[in-house]
């Protein structure tokens, strides 16, 4: 089955940049839209940023637009979230997720996604 593995998150200072990795296996047209989502302390799991792997169209949480950049290795099933200008509030457990691209559920809703990694802490001060 598909398997998700994070890395890079850490601790950085407000207005800094982090970059987080997702190396993804035996993904499969039924996962082709891989999402980064984020959970902070006491708060849901919210959707940042998704992009679907063929047409690599990419959508984002308006909390993050400008600032975070998802991406995908040409080479290989490796996925990236850029952080920019990060702030307090970006502080969270970030984690990749993986679930189909035709769905009923938009590519930022939870529901969306039936694959996750065990997550990467990030933190701003």
């Known amino acids: 089955h598909v398997q998700l593995v994070e890395s890079g998150g850490g601790s950085v200072q407000a207005g800094g940049s982090l970059a987080l990795s997702c190396v993804a296996a035996?993904?499969?047209?039924?996962?082709?839209?891989i999402s980064w989502f984020r959970q902070a302390p006491g708060k849901e799991r919210e959707g940042v940023a998704a992009?679907?792997?063929?047409?690599?169209?990419?959508y984002y949480a308006d909390s993050v637009k400008g600032r975070f950049t998802i991406s995908k290795d040409n080479a290989d099933d490796t996925f990236y979230l850029q952080m920019d200008s990060l702030k307090p509030e970006d502080t969270a457990v970030y984690y990749c997720?993986?679930?189909?691209?035709?769905?009923?559920?938009?590519?930022?809703?939870?529901?969306?996604?039936?694959?996750w990694g065990q997550g990467t802490q990030v933190t701003v001060s």
């Open positions: 997720a993986a679930g189909p691209m035709n769905s009923p559920y938009g590519r930022l809703s939870r529901s969306r996604y039936n694959y």
């Open positions: 035996k993904l499969t047209y039924s996962t082709n839209c």
């Open positions: 992009i679907e792997t063929g047409a690599r169209s990419t």
